[in-house]
């Protein structure tokens, strides 16, 4: 089927593509990098009337950090959380779950806000962000809302945007105490490859050396990127053990709605989770990170 014509806009404020938006109407189409919007265009699953470029949009761009913590305009690329060592050393998972998007040249333009806005159930850094309690701030055109990114995600390839809304930044407080997280991304084979099973883990230990956070989330583990509460419970208030860790990774294990595709079958995604979230932990502790 040939692809329909659409106008292209590249507004250059925050305001000018908010305005754009709301005059286009709901064919309008917002695109970042467009490593995903290019994709369905050709394979006909989009046809927009208009498509308005977030690219050069300077309120949706660039890092800042603070010492409450970090945030990234929604335009940031994975490149950008990749070769930033600051993040690599306070977000550490956020850090390996982008680095481990696509290829290089994916992550030179396919955005941290786009991974988000595309809600698949594999999104790779949507799973690094859940780790850290991410909030998304979306413009609205008449104002502004914070959501917490779990309650972004409306199920696969659906958000609660509504039409003309943007995400416009997603925020992180650092983490207190001491804090130890990995992500680790399972693939078939060691390409460019999307995630079999996506996994997370994050530990924040308190004065009394007991787990006082813990954050476990999945990538392809349900209809959208989505945290593990029974196996976190079951680590907050213990010791950081191997006995609490493992069970903590079982019930995971239990809880996560894998299926059988041809990237891989049910019962070794959930082997996966069953022996990663150890290693995972294990990992951090040892190398110090978080
Ligand atoms: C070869 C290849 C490899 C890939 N590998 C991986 C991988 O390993 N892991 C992974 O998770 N993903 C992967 N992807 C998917 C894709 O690269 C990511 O989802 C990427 O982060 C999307 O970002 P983008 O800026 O390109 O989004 P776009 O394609 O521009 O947009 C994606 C969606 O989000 C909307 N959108 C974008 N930004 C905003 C915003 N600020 N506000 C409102 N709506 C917005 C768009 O309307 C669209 O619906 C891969 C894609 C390709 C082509």
Same mark, same amino acid.
């Given at each position: ?19 754009? &938006? ?103 850094? =949507? ?39 943007? &995400? ?43 787990? =006082? ?7 392809? =583990? ?69």
């Amino acid at each position: 089927m040939a692809a329909k014509g659409f106008s292209y806009h590249r507004p250059t404020s925050l305001g000018e593509a908010l305005a754009l &938006l709301a005059d286009l109407g709901p064919g309008a189409v917002p695109v970042a990098g467009a490593t995903d919007v290019w994709v369905n265009l050709r394979a006909g699953k989009l046809a927009p009337e208009a498509l308005v470029s977030l690219r050069n949009v300077p309120e949706l761009s660039g890092l800042r950090k603070t010492e409450h913590g970090l945030a990234l305009g929604a335009c940031v690329t994975h490149a950008e959380v990749e070769d930033d060592p600051w993040v690599a050393e306070h977000f550490p998972a956020l850090h390996q779950a982008c680095s481990g998007v696509g290829s290089r040249q994916v992550r030179n333009v396919a955005t941290v806000g786009g991974n988000l806005c595309n809600a698949a159930p594999s999104a790779d850094s =949507a799973v690094g962000l859940l780790l850290y309690d991410a909030e998304c701030r979306i413009e609205t055109g008449i104002g502004h809302r914070d959501v917490p990114l779990t309650e972004f995600f409306a199920g696969p390839n659906r958000t609660v945007l509504g039409p003309g809304e943007v &995400l416009a930044e997603i925020r992180l407080p650092l983490p207190a105490g001491r804090t130890f997280a990995g992500y680790r991304k399972i693939t078939r084979r060691k390409a460019v490859e999307l995630p079999m099973i996506g996994i997370g883990a994050r530990v924040t230990l308190g004065a009394d050396g007991r787990v =006082a956070e813990a954050r476990i989330a999945l990538g392809v =583990a349900g209809p959208t990127p989505l945290r593990v509460r029974k196996a976190e419970d079951r680590l907050e208030g213990e010791l950081l053990t191997r006995e609490a860790v493992a069970e903590a990774a079982e019930i995971a294990a239990q809880q996560a709605k894998v299926r059988d595709s041809w990237r891989g079958e049910a019962w070794y995604r959930r082997e996966m989770i069953r022996v990663w979230i150890p290693r995972i932990l294990d990992e951090a502790v040892l190398s110090r990170k978080g």
